[in-house]
T-cell receptor, first 114, second 114 residues
Framework: DAMVIQNPRYQVTQFGKPVTLSCSQT?????MYWYQQKSSQAPKLLFH???????NEADTPDNFQSRRPNTSFCFLDIRSPGLGDAAMYLC?????????????FGPGTRLTVL | AQSVTQPDIHITVSEGASLELRCNYS??????LFWYVQSPGQGLQLLLK??????LVQGIKGFEAEFKRSQSSFNLRKPSVHWSDAAEYFC????????????FGRGTSLIVHP
């Protein structure tokens, strides 16, 4: 089945220690998104790629970076995690031209910062 | 700008009872509308979507939603709730203009009592 995969499902890191979360998709979608979701809140968009074009949300901290080496993979790098970065990180994909706004989500990575 | 309001933060129902989750939107034209479900520790899964046509939309897991333009609403319903329906439910409205990014509501947490 075509899907969005996130690894790892659970990540524990230390305060200030860089961490990378990964996302891969077999849907061949041209748009990939990274969301941060804290407890009992809606997902908050951090950034997204439309093909290779990177789009950063205005309020995304500089501590967060992303890479998309090819259509299938996208990475979220947190350079110096703080306690406030502990959250669920969701990767999503979509096909802009076909179904505007419909997104396909991965299972998420739960990040704990000690 | 488009927006979504989910007025209920929590809804509690008994197993077997009917369910209605409210969603109101603000949008300049005919909207694209979505309902997603998020089980604890998981990503978001699309329940159903409305783009055009029949205003009563059937989704997965026995859910349906009705688009009412006059009330700017897209309420989610299920005739008989199962304990496994306990989850967070997000309403989203599709992009406007040249964007392709949806706007999510804050979510409604469904609690099911046995």
């Amino acid at each position: 089945d075509a899907m969005v995969i996130q690894n790892p499902r659970y990540q524990v890191t230390q305060f200030g220690k860089p961490v990378t979360l990964s996302c891969s998709q077999t849907l061949n979608h041209n748009v990939m998104y990274w969301y941060q979701q804290k407890s009992s809140q809606a997902p908050k968009l951090l950034f997204h790629y439309y093909d290779k074009d990177f789009n950063n949300e205005a309020d995304t901290p500089d501590n967060f970076q992303s890479r998309r080496p090819n259509t299938s993979f996208c990475f979220l790098d947190i350079r110096s995690p703080g306690l406030g970065d502990a959250a669920m990180y969701l990767c999503a994909t979509s096909r802009k031209q076909v179904t505007p706004g419909e997104q396909f989500f991965g299972p998420g990575t739960r990040l704990t910062v000690l | 700008a488009q927006s979504v309001t989910q007025p209920d933060i929590h809804i509690t129902v008994s197993e077997g009872a009917s369910l209605e989750l409210r969603c109101n939107y603000s949008y300049g034209a005919t909207p694209y509308l979505f309902w997603y479900v998020q089980s604890p520790g998981q990503g978001l899964q699309l329940l159903l979507k409305y783009f055009s046509g029949d205003t009563l939309v059937q989704g997965i897991k026995g859910f349906e939603a009705e688009f009412k333009r006059s009330q700017s609403s897209f309420n989610l319903r299920k005739p008989s709730v199962h304990w496994s329906d306990a989850a967070e439910y997000f309403c989203a409205v599709g992009p406007s203009g040249g964007s392709y990014i949806p706007t999510f509501g804050r979510g409604t947490s469904l609690i099911v009592h046995p």
